[in-house]
């Protein structure tokens, strides 16, 4: 390939531009947050690239880090590298950067706000492009049987992935700055923390880590000479341009994939630049490859929501961790506003949490994200006004409509808007009316990315190194028929069993059909970093030690069973702290439940429904059909059999057995 002078066949688009005319702006503006003249530094002779550090220092990096980054400054090409350093300077020119590329654009009716429309084509988490790749197949996913697909995993063989990597990285940064993301995955010099260095070429990446990870120089401080997490992205579209963007988004959706090397503790993402694909210290680090670290060292990484529940009246306090499949309700559920005029919640985490057991047998928690990706559709003033707060400043708006006067819409704020405002949806169109279009204002995945520290009922120990204790995990899902409310399992053995069948239909997080019933176990199924069935063990490991480790009890809750009209019977929401309710005084010990054949369902009257707006249909809530139930364990039996096939742990078939034996009596 003939040598180029990088900086000077750059298009006139290219971000060196824009950062000399941002530093010329603030100079003639006399910013007091001047950009120092950029400090040109060369690469090493061997490479002729020319490659530099246009803001930060390679020099200053950890050697080990200043090795990632050169190794892959010479694959990927970018014309400039910039070191992150999480300062506010920093965080103007990356918005100002996207502004004059037209990607964010803002939103004047709030404080510090911005939109983003993406390119169509890349609008969720591609589960089906999602690969782990280690030496051994069985390492990653139990193989399936009758041929079948495997839906707990796509594997590739090292080899492969070398050479599916290899078509894609090389040079696909040209013209654009490779920034280099220092974050750490939970609170800064944390036991429980990890570290990991992003690289990537989306400018809307380093905002958006900035938001959600704690990110900049003192992660770089605390993680010296030690080892971290690889996370190498690129959204796939080097300049100049072959074809035009939507959007002036750049992804490259036919190449995309998101691929994990847990052996080498690395991760390369190309192609996508929307949320889990590209915010690699969520899913892929703190799931996939905290999965695995997880396992190995005896803690867990799971997708569980943190919350911290209060009886005002007693005075006791207890945490809940919660694992709901993506967009099940986990951020409605950590942000609630409790009903019940006796309790108080507070948020610890919405979406992830890494648990270990500590030296007293007690379970702590941490939430190693610093802020919220939260589905935007349903949230209001009615379902989730926290979330509603913590949006009013300093967001990013990905995919939702925006209003004439400067505002964000979405489905669900229909009744909170202001008079004679019009909608501009999420595709562009202009004065956008329920009525006469046949598709939504915001796309249904649309999401906001907002910091924790903004919600208003963050728990006083969100951030503490330590974690909160853990005393109860919930499992839930979508269940428009047959799942009660809310049952207990009979014991940790069987928890986990309710874990490993759970159920849910499909949502917008990901490309799947909405609305078909999936196997979701653990609201993992996209997350596993290695072998479900081994997984499923290191779970049940923990049952047996019973005596030294307080086990927290097991729940399944629904929020979503339909009445015969289609409509929820449970209102949800703020009101699930009856729910909540009804789980802590299980977890006091007292007599309040009834033993059915799924499991502890409350007592007759022990679910406290004073003041509900409305009567709930109870018999209805808590009805277990004898057929659905016989068609449930069908359903299950025939998952395990084809799916997890010779790794299904033994206990796990003996729960389904004992299952089924019980429905008979149904
Ligand atoms: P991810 O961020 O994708 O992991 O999703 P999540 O599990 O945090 O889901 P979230 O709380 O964002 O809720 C997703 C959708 O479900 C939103 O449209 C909510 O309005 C709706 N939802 C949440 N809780 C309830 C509830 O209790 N009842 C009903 N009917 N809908 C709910
Ligand atoms: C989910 O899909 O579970 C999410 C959104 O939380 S994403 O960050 O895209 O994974
Ligand atoms: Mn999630």
Redo the contacts with the bound molecule.
Sequence with gaps: MPERNEIESCDHHSDHEFREEFSTRLLKEGSPTLVKRPRLQSYPKRDSSHLRAIYGELDGLPAKVRHYVEENARLCKPDTIHICDGSERENELITYMLQKDNILRRLPKYDNCWLARTDPADVARVERLTYITTELQRDTMPTPKYGAKSQLGNWMAPEDMDNELNMRFPDCMKGRTMFVIPFSMGPVGSPLSKIGIQLTDSAYVVASMRVMTRMGQNVLQSLGEKDFVKALHSVGKPLPLTSPLHNNWPCNPKNTIIAHMPEKNEICSYGSGYGGNSLLGKKCFALRIGSILARNERWFAE?M?ILGIENLDTGVKKYVAAA???????????M?KPTLPNYKVTCVG??IAWMRFDSQGRLRAINPEAG?????????YK??PHAMDTIKKNTIFTNVAETSDGGYFW??LEDEMEPGVKIRSWLGDEDWKKEESDRPAAH??S?FCTPASQCPIMDPAWEDPEGVPIDAIIFGG?RPEGVPLVYESFNWQHGVFLGAAMRSES?A?AEHKAKQIMNDPF?MRPFFGYNFGDYLSHWLSFGKQSEELQLPKIFHVN??RKDSNGK?L????G??CRVLDWVLQRCNGEDVFVDTPIGRLPKYDSLNLQGLDKPVDLDALFHLPREFWENEVNAVYKYFDEQVNEDLPKEIMAELKALEARVGAL
């Design positions: 997708h929501l709901f499949p993506s967009a099940c309700g986990k951020t409605n559920l950590a609630m919405d979406d919220f990706f939260g589905v935007a559709p349903g949230t209001s379902t989730n489905e669900g249904p995945n999401r979508r949502t997080a609201a929020w979503f929820f449970w209102p949800g929401f009101e699930n």
